[in-house]
């Protein structure tokens, strides 16, 4: 039973970071029907920044606790901001020239856009594994491992709290900003029917810009939580990360926020109870094996809706 809570925790904490990258296909597929598979490494640039900020500011586990804090708010502000400028950058780029054409096109500029994000890294900051000492340490210890110490002793990290809560609050934020805001009305609208939506005084390009900024945003924060919790990056974790993620939106429901955080949870759930508890070179085989079931049954996914053609 200890064993299993551990890796509920594991999972649930691995979950919500895909479901933050989850969002951003979602987002993006719901308001313009098109994926952005250049998003994973944005995820990938926005941890860089991370890195890149946390060595210039010479934060340190040592660090006192305010000024650590005070730093880490620092440099997740600014990671979601530059990274924003990436996101805007693809959107302006690869897709708005390519919206009227082919459905084929814009497609093949984000795959061209994922292939130079990479490349560029790699070349900037080179191949090797780039390592981060922890920057947050401590735990509590859910169970004491018994008398003679023979039990399993479940940990619940302050990382991993400190990635939930994000989570969870980033979700109530942009729950509250799609339903009650102006620019959520717009998105909605856009969604619907963009031609419309125009004629109305929607301003489209503005609207769809805006979309791709605040995905590339929850992809950065993602970014900060993945580096702080795994202190190790590349610049391939982008791929790997986004093909999981994306999965995950189809899982849940791509054009369904909740769909996607759900979608990220049971990835993250069924990689790591099928490492902890059978072979973790088949943990992907596993979760694209849910993935087909689910599909077969359920082709919107867990969440989304029946697409509804407009005549």
């Known amino acids: 039973m200890e064993y299993f809570l551990q890796q509920l925790i594991n999972g649930v904490t691995l979950g919500s970071i895909y479901g933050l990258i989850?969002?951003?296909?979602?987002?993006?597929?719901?308001?313009?029907g098109m994926i952005n598979f250049a998003h994973g490494d944005i995820f990938m640039i926005g941890s860089f920044i991370a890195l890149i900020l946390v060595v210039a500011l010479g934060i340190?586990?040592?660090t006192p606790v305010l000024m650590l804090v005070l730093a880490l708010g620092l440099v997740l502000v600014l990671a979601m901001a530059l990274t924003?400028?990436?996101?805007?950058?693809?959107?302006?780029?690869a897709y708005r020239p390519l919206r009227g054409s082919f459905r084929l096109a814009p497609l093949i500029t984000a795959i061209g856009a994922s292939i130079t994000l990479q490349n560029f890294v790699q070349l900037?900051?080179?191949?090797?594994n780039k390592p981060l000492q922890p920057l947050i340490s401590g735990d509590f210890q859910l169970t004491d491992g018994g008398a003679d110490g023979s039990a399993f002793i479940v940990n619940l990290s302050y990382v991993q709290i400190l990635i939930v809560l994000t989570t969870v609050t980033l979700m109530a934020?942009?729950?509250?900003?799609?339903?009650?805001?102006?620019?959520?009305?717009?998105?909605?609208?856009?969604?619907?029917?963009?031609?419309?939506?125009?004629?109305?005084?929607?301003?489209?390009?503005?609207?769809?810009?805006?979309?791709f900024v605040m995905g590339a945003m929850l992809a950065a924060v993602a970014g900060v939580?993945?580096?702080?919790?795994?202190?190790?990056?590349d610049f391939y974790i982008g791929f790997l990360a986004g093909v999981k993620?994306?999965?995950?939106?189809?899982?849940?429901?791509?054009?369904?926020?909740?769909g996607a955080m759900l979608g990220g949870l049971l990835i993250g759930l069924i990689e790591t109870f099928w490492s902890g508890y059978f072979s973790v070179e088949y943990k992907d085989v596993a979760a694209?094996?849910?993935?087909?079931?689910?599909?077969i049954f359920m082709p919107e996914g867990l969440l989304g809706k029946p697409e509804v053609e407009k005549v």
């Open 22 to 32: 989850a969002i951003g296909y979602t987002m993006v597929y719901g308001i313009i």
């Open 84 to 93: 924003a400028v990436w996101g805007w950058s693809v959107e302006r780029i």
């Open 60 to 62: 340190t586990a040592a």
């Open 124 to 128: 900037s900051q080179g191949a090797r």
């Open 245 to 258: 993620a994306f999965t995950a939106a189809v899982l849940g429901g791509i054009g369904s926020l909740p």
């Open 173 to 211: 934020g942009f729950t509250y900003l799609i339903n009650k805001t102006s620019l959520g009305r717009s998105q909605r609208a856009c969604e619907q029917d963009r031609k419309m939506a125009a004629l109305l005084g929607v301003n489209v390009d503005r609207t769809i810009s805006l979309t």
């Open 288 to 295: 694209f094996s849910i993935l087909a079931i689910v599909l």
């Open 225 to 233: 939580m993945f580096l702080l919790y795994y202190g190790v990056i």
